[in-house]
Each structure stands twice: as structure tokens, then as C-alpha cells.
């Protein structure tokens, strides 16, 4: 019996493994600094993931009110207009509740770390996203495309 038990664990294990060595990648950690500066300049979200998260690490040590870093989704055609708006905003971190913001993280200074997680379900096939830092003159060194891709 205790044999059996055996059998059936590892096989248990092994399982789990597989499924996890198959599963898609559903979040992805964003590394940035006291530079206008990120990791990240391209994201591919599969459709098979329910959720994605998205992480932003601000790794330096300046305040966010001199090198303050988000991250804000957005369509691409939405993003240019939507980043005007945002600039506005600072008394709100630059950030406010426009609906064309798909998903954003906190405004984060030197040491903090905000996650964001946002459903799939909210991206369409063949739709190009942005995403960029509404903090200001950030924008130029502080974005990137985002895809849903078919899984
Ligand atoms: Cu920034």
C-alpha cells in the first residue's frame, strides 16, 4: 500500500511539472531605476492566460516626484492623447480613472514596487497596445508595444 502511495505521488509531481512547463507566461517583472530607463520594450500576452500581471520595480533611489516611473496600457491610438491627459494629472501621480487606460500601476519612487493585474479578456486579436510612463518627458525612453497572441 504504501508502495502504491509512492507510485501515485511521483506521478502526481511529474503532472504538475508538465502542466506547468506548458502553461503560458502570465505576468512579467519590469525593471527600472533612477534613469529614464526600463527593461522592457516589447510584451506578448497569450490569450491562454485568464490574467496578466504586470510588476514594475523601481530599483534607484530618487523620490517619485523627480524620477517618478508607472506604467500605463493603453491602445496605441489611444496612447498619445491619453498621455496629454495624464500629464496634467500631477497632483494625481499622473495618473487618473480615463477609461482608456486598460490597466496602470502605482507612480513609484526609488525602492517601491507596484503590481497590476488586468484580464485578457480586455485585449483583442490583431489590436496594437502601448504602454509607457505618464511621468513627464518619460515617454520618449519609456515605452513599448504590447500584442495578444493566439495560443
Ligand atoms: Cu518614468
Redesign the pocket.
Known amino acids: 500500500m504504501k508502495g502504491l502511495f509512492r507510485y501515485l505521488f511521483v506521478g502526481v509531481l511529474l503532472g504538475a511539472t508538465g502542466v506547468s512547463a506548458a502553461s503560458p507566461k502570465c505576468q512579467l517583472t519590469i525593471h527600472?531605476d533612477d534613469q529614464?530607463y526600463?527593461d522592457v520594450s516589447d510584451i506578448k500576452v497569450s490569450n491562454a492566460c485568464k490574467n496578466f500581471t504586470v510588476t514594475l520595480i523601481h530599483d534607484g533611489q530618487l523620490s517619485k516626484d523627480v524620477?517618478?516611473?508607472?506604467w500605463v496600457l493603453a491602445k496605441t491610438e489611444d496612447s498619445e492623447p491619453l498621455l496629454r491627459a495624464l500629464i496634467t494629472e500631477k497632483s494625481n501621480d499622473y495618473l487618473s480613472d480615463d477609461p482608456r487606460i486598460i490597466a496602470h500601476t502605482k507612480l513609484l519612487g526609488g525602492g517601491q514596487v507596484s503590481m497590476v493585474t488586468f484580464e485578457v479578456s480586455k485585449l483583442q486579436l490583431g489590436q496594437a497596445y502601448s504602454f509607457f510612463?505618464?511621468?513627464p518627458e518619460?515617454v520618449g525612453l519609456?515605452h513599448g508595444t504590447l500584442e495578444l497572441i493566439e495560443d
Open positions: 527600472s529614464i526600463w524620477m517618478g516611473h508607472n510612463c505618464s511621468y518619460h519609456m
